[in-house]
């Protein structure tokens, strides 16, 4: 079964951490360009991370830029979103998604919640 599976969500304080994971099974993500997504209650879904298949070039957000860091590990088949000195406004739904000529997976997202 071709899937791709986030972990790593949670509830932190403002100032923290956390690692988000996506484990891609059924399928190499390999040659893949991998993103992560996140979606705030009542609003649309928006890209925060963008990394190409060689891990070479990186993109990020405004929002997160010098705090976010996305990287891929193609020997495990997992891609990674860490995330410093998180904010309020970072509290959302993470989705990780693979897309690679017509081939377009989404994972089933994970809860950041950043509060006091």
């Known amino acids: 079964q071709v899937q791709l599976v986030e972990s790593g969500g949670g509830l932190v304080q403002p100032g923290g951490s956390l690692r988000l994971s996506c484990a891609a099974n059924?399928?190499?993500?390999?040659?893949?360009?991998l993103r992560w997504y996140h979606q705030a209650p009542g609003k649309e879904r928006e890209q925060v991370a963008y990394i190409t298949p060689s891990g070479a070039y990186t993109d990020y957000a405004e929002s997160v830029k010098g705090r976010f860091t996305i990287s891929r590990d193609n020997a495990k088949n997992t891609v990674y979103l860490q995330m410093n000195n998180l904010k309020s406004d970072d509290t959302a739904v993470y989705f990780c998604n693979a897309r690679k000529w017509a081939n377009d997976y989404w994972g089933q997202g994970t809860q950041v919640t950043v509060s006091s």
């Open positions: 059924g399928f190499s993500l390999s040659g893949y360009t």
